[in-house]
T-cell receptor
């Protein structure tokens, strides 16, 4: 059974619209993250949460807003979508935040295409 | 800041060939080094991890050695299979940090 679920797998949106990417993890982890992967750049860290609290935001734009309704959920709301937002978005989790030996586990990703 | 360099964008091999994927890093800390593998349509999966305490990681026939002198963490496998075709990412997490810095990835294509 998948331990990290991301929905939807594929998403097509029009410029200016708003979408929510869903992430749930069943690993019992306390820390969750969002990453973005686009064709031209390495995997980019976006956000980290620990016990449902935002710990780090490396995203320049306020159009990206993470939302954590439960400890094992971390959704990503993206508003005013732009074509440059087209990428695959990965959710990840780790047992705790902090400590460079703590391994992060990645979900299967949501592939977003903005037209 | 931390950085990871993977110079090889793509490596093409035949089954049973020897695999070598180059990774060098830069950090002022005592890092933990990772290799992740990403199969098509999936997220990155941990392949192996090496800390300052254990210089070598081995998993599924792959191995990587943490060389502080040359700041390298190359990935090797003695004999690749077609099923090893994937993208391989080298990553570093600096001491006192939790955010990995990823390399650009190396796409491995193995022909039968």
């Amino acid at each position: 059974d998948p331990k990290i679920i991301q929905k939807p797998k594929y998403l097509v949106a029009v410029t200016g619209s708003e979408k929510i990417l869903i992430c749930e993890q069943y690993l019992g982890h306390n820390a969750m993250y969002w990453y973005r992967q686009s064709a031209k750049k390495p995997l980019e860290f976006m956000f980290s949460y620990s016990y449902q609290k935002l710990m780090d935001n490396q995203t320049a734009s306020s159009r990206f807003q993470p939302q954590s309704s439960k400890k094992n959920h971390l959704d990503l709301q993206i508003t005013a979508l732009k074509p440059d937002d087209s990428a695959t978005y990965f959710c990840a989790s780790s047992q705790d935040l902090g400590g460079n030996q703590d391994t992060q586990y990645f979900g299967p990703g949501t592939r977003l295409l903005v037209l | 800041g931390d950085s990871v360099t993977q110079k090889q964008g793509q490596v093409t091999l035949s089954e049973d060939d020897f695999l070598f994927i180059n990774c060098t890093y830069s950090t002022t800390t005592y890092p933990t080094l990772f290799w992740y593998v990403q199969y098509p349509g999936q997220g990155p999966q941990l392949l192996l991890k090496v800390t300052t305490a254990n210089n070598k990681g081995i998993s599924r026939g792959f191995e990587a050695t943490y060389d502080k002198g040359t700041t390298s963490f190359h990935l090797q496998k003695a004999s690749v299979q077609e099923s090893d075709s994937a993208v391989y990412f080298c990553a570093l997490v600096g001491g006192g940090n939790y955010k990995p810095t990823f390399g650009k990835g190396t796409s491995l294509v193995v022909h039968p």
